[in-house]
């Protein structure tokens, strides 16, 4: 017999439903699988672009609080700006020239104050290497060792936040 005339015996007819349901249902769980994969893939993808919209936003939302921190301190400084403008059109040799500027100067430590800027260093405190730089140094047995003797320029800090170390002498 050729195979086209070939009766199939009751075995093979019934395996092959088996072998078809069997691949359709490989099929059916591969397709779910592939469904499955592709939805956690655009999942990662929105997250991926979540999180970088995210740091987009807080880049120009520091930015912004930073413009805004600048602008405060601004409008804070600009009357001082404008008395010093008023200061060097008078005349310097007068008593309210002298007067204006240590005016100028108090209303500007007013404000560093306000800001919660310190001042670091003062003659006879100890020298810290954290909020001072030595520029000199001096033999002095009157003071004791490490201790600043004069501050060349003032240093500043706010918080624990060092702005600008002082400049000292210090007698060793």
Do not use: C, W
């Amino acid at each position: 017999m050729s195979e086209e005339n070939k009766i199939p015996n009751e075995e093979e007819t019934v395996e092959t439903p088996k072998k078809e349901k069997k691949k359709s249902k490989k099929d059916s769980e591969l397709e779910a699988l592939k469904a499955e994969l592709d939805n956690k893939n655009d999942q990662l993808l929105r997250t991926a672009a979540e999180f970088d919209n995210f740091k987009k936003r807080t880049e120009r939302e520091k930015a912004s609080i930073a413009e805004f921190a600048k602008a405060g301190l601004i409008k804070q400084l600009l009357p001082i700006l404008d008395n010093i403008d008023r200061a060097s059109s008078a005349d310097h040799d007068s008593a309210d020239y002298i007067k204006g500027i240590e005016m100028i100067v108090k209303q500007f430590e007013s404000i560093v104050s306000n800001l919660g800027i310190e001042e670091i260093a003062q003659a006879g405190d100890q020298f810290d290497p954290n909020f001072h730089e030595a520029v000199m140094h001096i033999d002095d047995e009157s003071l004791g060792e490490n201790v600043i003797t004069d501050v060349l320029q003032k240093g500043y800090k706010i918080g624990d936040t060092v702005i600008r170390a002082a400049m000292v002498k210090v007698a060793n």
